[in-house]
């Protein structure tokens, strides 16, 4: 699961929102604005760090654009919920990252989110680094194949 963070005015009611898609770029609102900040129109792992980058997107819109009220609006798989940016709503808004993250699936090695990263911890990082998970699994297997075949060459069969 990626989550998508974008601007939008939504034609509907004319509101300002910072937009986090959980289903990614297929579901997001018709109304993204071309980006203009260095975090958004971006896909993230973690719903919590999501959340903070919402913000710091927020207070730099709002800097910029500060006549207009502006509000986070979460798109999920069950449904819409929308926030405030208000110390009340960031907290909901927390809060529905802390459940987000505590249901998803984890990395064995570093514990962070599977999500849709690109890149996979190994549980070797000293010998392998930060590889994508099909290019460890098919490094590993190409190992395992030459060691048999190694194996078949010694013992001459």
């Known amino acids: 699961m990626g989550v998508l963070i974008t601007r939008q005015r939504d034609f509907l009611d004319g509101c300002l929102y910072v937009e986090l898609c959980v289903t990614g770029r297929k579901n997001a609102g018709p109304d993204i604005l071309t980006p203009r900040f260095p975090k958004e129109d971006k896909t993230y792992s973690d719903p919590r760090d999501c959340i903070n980058i919402a913000v710091e997107i927020y207070k730099q819109w709002d800097k ?18 929308v926030f405030d940016f208000s110390t009340k709503g960031i907290t909901a808004a927390r809060a529905w990252a802390d459940r987000m993250f505590a249901n998803m699936e ?10 849709n990263r690109e890149k996979l911890c190994s549980d070797n990082k000293s010998d392998v680094g930060l ?12 190992d395992l194949v030459k060691a048999k075949a190694k194996e078949l060459v010694l013992s001459g069969t």
Request: aromatic share 4%; net charge neutral; charged share 25%.
């Open 64 to 81: 910029e654009y500060g006549d207009e009220q502006k509000k986070l609006r979460i798109i999920g798989t069950q449904g819409t919920l």
């Open 106 to 115: 984890k990395c064995g090695s570093c514990c962070k989110p599977m999500g």
């Open 131 to 142: 590889e994508s998970g099909l290019e460890y699994n098919a490094n590993l297997l190409n």
